[in-house]
């Protein structure tokens, strides 16, 4: 717009092109009559004058295509069309550009006779920021604040501990803070003024009688030259995140704690399970690996006793930071596990002890209780199966052991010494290897007897010999049960070859003994009746001396044949005898 165009300003009105704001003067005509360099400026017009230019024209080509929103462009329109006074229209625009901005748009009649009218544009952005700016600090953790080189605040928003906002401009941190709290402060912003850095930091500060954590950023202020005139910066309440730090930093501390405990109790029960541990070697470990769960591991002392035996870990004074659990074995305590502090704690649960602390002493002395019957157990056990194994390898009869799933795995020496099979032969062979086909039929009979529960005594079996001879064995055969299940069977088998042949002599010499009697009694029948004869034709002979020499012979025959008769019962009663007492 030319000098001589602003000489023609309505009005005289030549003060307001130093405005900042946009105005714009349209006659009845709905033409441009005037304009000052601002309304240029924020339209991005540059140098075109648009004197006498058609106000639709000018604003559908400079202002509407720029707008954001349908709704302020029909607002626009229609107060062109009507001539209608708008009071104030924020609108959001974007220039060809990208840059984003609000403007502020609104007409007003200047003067009702002549008919002009004025349009006043005014860049809002920097209102419209610091609206979102307030509003998004109000009631939020973040103080913004402004101080003068001597430390006095200049500016302040959003304060929430000492005065408010106002009241504490041309104060310091003196005039506020408690000493301790300023004097912190004052160090801190000292600091940036004297370095020109950006300082981040964390402190404390006290307010309402209660303690505020602040994260603070401060940063130097600077006039147009350059120089430090000061400092500003934005405070951020972290009391809450402190708080929540600090439940997170004692919650880490617990699981941590936890964690050592439960690696504490593993590796009592890892010793508990290393094989062939002695109890001495397994309290003794026990009692250099219990520090490691308690708080103070290197401050700690452990003393194990069982059975009087003492087992000791760390300094072994008395002191009165103690703690102690009995060790019960069978139901009778055999003695305890006592940790001590060798040097005073914070008080805990109990006494400077945590109460998980309490509950891993206990387990742990539960656990060796149960661990001491265990091993107790197996010793007795370990003793009564070298008693049964001696007495096993020093018995004359066969001692078998067969698991249903691993066939025999015990058999005593008995068997080489009746079989002529060294052990390790049986136990790589099925027993039905030995039995002669003959006595498979007992054998499988007393086998189903057994795995039904039931006790099989004087199974008698045939069985083969390694040198192709036989031997005849007594089996007495009785189930393995383990947890109410039929795992196996045993064998005990007695060598009765010798009493079965003896048996069978002796019923073959009661047989043949029966028949003497019975041929002796059948002889002295048959003898008697010829007797008799002779006996009756001595006494019909003429011959006296004859016949006498006949009747001697005849007494003489009968006195034998008495005498048998008398053996013969004596044989009978002795027979009997034999056959009453089995000999």
């Not at 910066?233 to 995140?241: I, S």
């Not at 997170?248 to 094989?275: F, G």
């Not at 087992?311 to 003695?335: F, M, N």
Request: proline fraction near 4%; include cysteine; aromatic fraction near 6%.
């Amino acid at each position: 717009m030319t000098t001589s165009d602003q000489n023609r300003a309505p009005y005289g009105l030549l003060a307001l092109d130093a405005l900042d704001d946009g105005l714009l003067v349209v006659g009845d005509d709905r033409r441009v009559a005037w304009c000052n360099p601002a309304f240029l400026r924020i339209l991005d017009i540059g140098e075109e004058i648009p004197r006498g230019m058609d106000i639709s024209t000018l604003f559908n080509r400079y202002l509407l295509p720029a707008l954001q929103d349908e709704a302020s462009r029909q607002q626009i329109l229609w107060t062109l069309e009507t001539n209608t006074d708008l009071p104030s229209l924020l609108c959001r625009t974007c220039a060809p550009d990208g840059t984003r901005r609000w403007l502020s748009i609104s007409t007003v009649s200047a003067n009702t006779e002549t008919g002009f009218w004025v349009i006043r544009i005014r860049d809002a952005t920097g209102d419209v920021d610091a609206y979102h700016f307030r509003s998004a600090l109000d009631q939020s953790p973040v103080v913004v604040f402004a101080q003068d080189s001597d430390l006095r605040y200049i500016w302040s928003y959003n304060q929430q501990l000492g005065p408010a906002d106002t009241p504490i401009l041309g104060m310091t941190d003196q005039d506020i803070f408690p000493p301790d709290d300023a004097a912190r402060l004052t160090r801190l912003k000292r600091r940036v003024m004297e370095t020109g850095e950006t300082v981040r930091a964390e402190t404390t500060l006290t307010g309402e009688d209660r303690v505020h954590i602040r994260d603070l950023t401060l940063k130097p202020l600077q006039d147009a030259s350059g120089s430090i005139v000061g400092i500003t910066g934005t405070a951020l309440d972290v009391t809450e995140r402190g708080r929540v730090e600090e439940a997170l930093r004692t919650r880490t501390y617990d699981l941590s704690q936890r964690m050592n405990e439960l690696q504490c109790l593993y590796a009592v029960t890892h010793l508990v399970e290393v094989p062939g541990i002695t109890l001495d070697a397994l309290l003794q470990a026990v009692a250099d690996a219990l520090p490691s769960g308690w708080q103070y591991p290197d401050d700690t002392a452990v003393r194990i006793v069982v059975d009087g035996q003492e087992y000791l870990r760390g300094d072994p004074k008395e002191t009165p930071w103690r703690q102690e659990s009995p060790i019960i074995v069978h139901g009778t305590c055999a003695g305890m596990i006592e940790v001590r502090y060798l040097s005073g704690k914070p008080e805990a649960d109990e006494g400077p002890f945590l109460r998980e602390e309490r509950m891993l002493l206990d387990a742990v002395a539960e656990r060796l209780g149960r661990v001491i019957e265990r091993l107790r157990a197996e010793a007795a056990l370990q003793k009564s199966e070298e008693m049964f194994r001696g007495i096993a390898q020093r018995s004359f009869d066969i001692i078998i052991t067969s698991y249903l799933t691993e066939e025999v795995n015990y058999a005593s020496p008995a068997v080489e010494r009746i079989l002529g099979y060294r052990p390790e032969e049986v136990a790589e062979a099925n027993l039905e290897d030995y039995i002669l086909p003959s006595s498979l039929p007992a054998w499988d009979e007393g086998r189903r007897k057994v795995l039904r529960g039931e006790q099989v005594e004087g199974l008698q079996n045939e069985v083969r010999r390694k040198d192709d001879g036989t031997a005849i064995l007594e089996l007495n055969e009785s189930p393995i049960i383990e947890n109410g299940v039929i795992v196996g069977f045993q064998i005990i088998g007695r060598e009765i070859t010798g009493r079965v042949l003896y048996e069978r002599l002796r019923e073959q010499a009661f047989d043949m003994t029966a028949r003497n009697i019975a041929q002796f009694a059948v002889l002295a029948d048959h003898v008697r009746h010829p007797l008799q004869v002779v006996m009756g034709i001595a006494d019909l002979l003429d011959d006296e001396e004859t016949a006498e020499k006949l009747r001697e012979q005849v007494r003489r025959i009968n006195v034998r044949i008495s005498e048998l008769d008398r053996e013969w019962v004596e044989s009978r009663k002795i027979r009997e005898f034999l056959k009453r007492y089995e000999l």
